[in-house]
């Protein structure tokens, strides 16, 4: 059952009334299903009973700490991007021994904390960043466990932004470099090999790819055995895609089954980096309409969201189902749905067919994965509340920002 469904025509997250949160916590607020997010990591879990392995779910998907809260409860370890994401997962309850660190610019601060922590596993994705982690190691006096992220030069055939393992992607390290690249980190004092990463991209609706992206891996993971370099895990990484229309995403099983199948005979733990599969459809943001505009050549309905808050539409041109809370009768128009940010690039939904008044409730749905995360203060909009419903709860996770937060920071000249 979907944790969004309707009673009585009125939409609900899990049993807690749309309406009732938006009159409670006020508008535009992001909705998460606590159901919805257990169900999503627990699809998972299911296909690696017996496995060696461990899901490190992708934090920059949705940070809130109530969503790591949630999926650390349940024995997730996490893959962060920054020292902000690592002091987050802690702050949520992380087991430090379950953390990953990916990404392509970590600093030597970043590295020390990590280092000083105890961390899992840092995800190297260049040659400058091995000799850097060494020597930060070396000064710590600690021996920092690594894996090289290898760019399998796969087409992931997702949008161009969120696709990132061609070799005209910044991320990881070349297939050809890796081998060469593994052999010189084994000379290196401070580092010790345990693994191999790789992430190809975002929002993949084909298990062809990831498949093919392993049978590179298991390539190299071959001559390093035979250098005399023995990994302890494999890392496949994130991407897999969730339906926001009508797209056909691959079940889990689908996706993980045949890599599994692959992995059986090898003595490798497997880590995996779901981030927007775990939260994706767990989220909607919820918003009010503030006009209608009908015009001669489009229909504007001005809501109280905008780019600021969901930025996916603006960015890449993505597609979010736009339902209203408490549909009414009548006839249905085409609507650009679009918010108060003075920008043409501020729109949630185009030409949508609904039948709309002013003060009318909308569910922007699948927003739970790179929603709040990415939204911004541009036209010092405080962020929108988050908001979890748990059965018949409904607790606030975040409260929504005042503006003399916002320039709080700021100071006029002397
Ligand atoms: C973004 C990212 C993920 C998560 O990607 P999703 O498409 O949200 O699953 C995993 N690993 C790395 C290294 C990433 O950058």
Redesign the pocket.
């Known amino acids: 059952m979907s944790p969004f469904a309707r009673q009585n025509g009125v939409l609900h997250a899990e049993s807690v009334s749309l309406i009732d949160i938006a009159s409670h916590f006020g508008t535009p607020c992001w909705v998460y299903s606590r159901h919805a997010l257990e169900t999503a990591f627990d699809e998972f879990q299911q296909e690696l009973i017996g496995l060696d392995s461990l899901i490190c779910y992708?934090v920059?998907?949705n940070s809130n700490l109530a969503v790591l809260d949630i999926f650390a409860r349940r024995g997730a370890g996490f893959?962060i991007?920054s020292a902000g994401e690592l002091k987050r997962v802690l702050a949520a309850g992380a087991n430090p021994r379950k953390i990953v660190f990916?990404?392509v610019g970590k600093t030597a601060a970043e590295m020390e904390l990590a280092l000083g922590i105890g961390i899992l596993c840092f995800?190297v994705e260049s040659a400058a960043e091995l000799e850097r982690l060494d020597a930060v190691a070396g000064r710590a006096g600690k021996k920092a466990p690594i894996s090289l992220?290898v760019n399998p030069d796969v087409d992931a055939k997702t949008h161009p932004y969120?696709s990132?393992g061609l070799k005209e992607n910044k991320f990881g390290v070349a297939c050809a470099d890796a081998r060469a690249l593994y052999r010189h980190a084994a000379t290196l004092a401070n580092l010790e090999i345990t693994g191999i990463d790789c992430?190809i991209?975002?929002?993949?609706l084909h298990p062809a790819p990831f498949d093919e992206a392993l049978d590179k891996l298991l390539l190299l993971i071959d001559q390093l055995t035979a250098d005399g370099i023995v990994l302890h895990h494999i890392d496949l990484?994130?991407?897999?895609g969730i339906r926001y229309r009508d797209e056909e995403a691959p079940t889990v099983k689908a996706y993980l089954q045949p890599m599994l199948e692959k992995l059986k005979e090898r003595q490798l733990q497997v880590l995996l980096?779901?981030?927007?599969?775990l939260v994706g459809n767990a989220g909607l943001l919820l918003t009010r309409v503030e006009y209608l505009k009908p015009g001669e050549i489009r229909n504007f309905a001005i809501v109280d969201a905008a780019m600021n808050d969901l930025a996916r539409p603006a960015l890449y041109g993505s597609w979010h189902d736009i339902v209203p809370v408490a549909p009414r009768s009548g006839i249905a128009s085409l609507w650009d749905i679009v918010g108060p940010v003075c920008e043409s690039g501020d729109f949630l939904g185009h030409g949508r067919p609904l039948a709309l008044a002013a003060g009318d409730l909308l569910a922007i749905l699948s927003a739970g994965?790179?929603g709040m995360v990415m939204s911004s203060n541009y036209n010092t909009r405080p962020r929108a509340a988050e908001v979890m419903v748990d059965g018949a709860a409904a607790n606030l996770v975040r409260r929504r920002e005042t503006v003399e937060e916002l320039y709080a920071l700021e100071q006029r000249l002397p």
């Open positions: 992708a920059k998907a893959d991007v990916s990404g995800n992220r969120i990132t992430h991209g975002s929002q993949l990484g994130g991407g897999l980096e779901p981030g927007r599969r994965a790179y």
